[in-house]
């Protein structure tokens, strides 16, 4: 980051972030780092530039971002240390990959490899955690319902979490592996 100043104000939803990140890239002269999807609601947008720049751009984009919610948080750091460009890249990285998450998942997007369980003419497909994560609660549903032998019965699926659905994906494949 060539010890520029770091900015970070956290709203709780997608709205105010957006809203807020507007306003702070209209309000100075800033670089729009990205933003982290932290979880339970909260969204932190990273701003980049010279040290007065930064300030303004976060003081605006939080003053946008509380009109229309809420802001949990927010934080200039004048000069960044240079380990802290490792983690800035990790959210570059991160909100590239999430990008591809946010468009609707078709069938031919999870494309079962070559291992896996047959299941009647079909192949079920182990899937890493992070392949996982990326399915919505709909599709881990279907996935689950096709593995033999998970711990999970029918109607619990039904109604499983993300989380619950798969925890159990990943101890069958585990079972499968001992």
């Given amino acids: 980051m060539n010890n520029k100043a770091l900015g970070i104000f956290e709203t709780i939803g997608f709205v105010p972030a957006v809203t807020g990140a507007d306003a702070a890239l209209k309000s100075a002269d800033v670089e729009l780092l990205g933003c982290r999807y932290v979880g339970s609601g909260l969204v932190s947008v990273l701003l980049s530039g010279d040290v007065s720049s930064v300030k ?12 229309v919610g809420s802001v949990e948080s927010q934080t200039v750091i004048a000069r960044t240390a ?3 460009g490792f983690v800035v890249d990790d959210v570059k990285q ?27 003419n079909k192949i079920v497909p182990e899937l890493s955690l992070e392949e996982l994560s990326r399915l919505n609660v709909v599709k881990l549903r279907e996935l689950s319902r096709q593995i033999p032998g998970i ?16 925890d159990a994906i990943i101890s069958c494949y585990q079972k499968d592996k001992e």
């Fill in 94 to 120: 991160k909100q590239s990959k999430s990008d591809s998450v946010k468009k609707p998942l078709k069938r031919q997007d999870v494309k079962p490899k070559r291992t896996g369980k047959r299941v009647s």
């Fill in 82 to 84: 240079e380990g802290l």
């Fill in 151 to 166: 711990a999970l019965d029918r109607k619990i699926i039904r109604s499983a979490r993300k989380d619950e659905l798969i």
């Fill in 56 to 67: 303004v751009a976060v003081d605006s984009g939080c003053s946008a971002a509380a009109q």
